[in-house]
Nanobody, 127 residues
């Protein structure tokens, strides 16, 4: 089991940028896949992006590719989500999640693949 703590949320104007952080505890960080999900008010939680920590390969929800970038820092056990050109519809609680047993990247944005979750961080895009 790994503990995850998100940070970096807040209020940002449309067109602005924000970087979220997900810090993981534990000594086997390199073996995990870390993903970002988000849940907007009144909507189901959706996958945003993922990264395999050791290999570095990553993916995005199709609508977000080009505006969001995921990265990781091995030394800090941290995964980042850089969000640019933010829109009001990006307003949501953003969660990071960890999976030790993800087999297929095609499943990487499915909630059911992840066992450990952070508490979430609120991002509000508004003028």
């Amino acid at each position: 089991q790994v503990q995850l703590v998100e940070s970096g949320g807040g209020l940002v104007q449309p067109g602005g940028s924000r970087r979220l952080s997900c810090r993981a505890s534990g000594e086997i960080f390199d073996y995990y896949t870390i993903a970002w999900f988000r849940q907007a008010p009144g909507k189901e939680r959706e996958g945003v992006s993922y990264i395999r920590i050791r290999a570095g390969n990553s993916g995005y929800a199709g609508s977000l590719k080009g505006r969001f970038t995921i990265s990781r820092d091995h030394a800090k056990n941290t995964v980042y989500l850089q969000m640019n050109n933010l829109k009001p519809e990006d307003t949501a609680v953003y969660y990071c999640a960890a999976s030790l047993f993800l087999d297929d990247d095609a499943d990487a944005l499915r909630e059911s693949e992840y066992d450990d979750w952070g508490q979430g961080t609120q991002v509000t895009v508004s003028s």
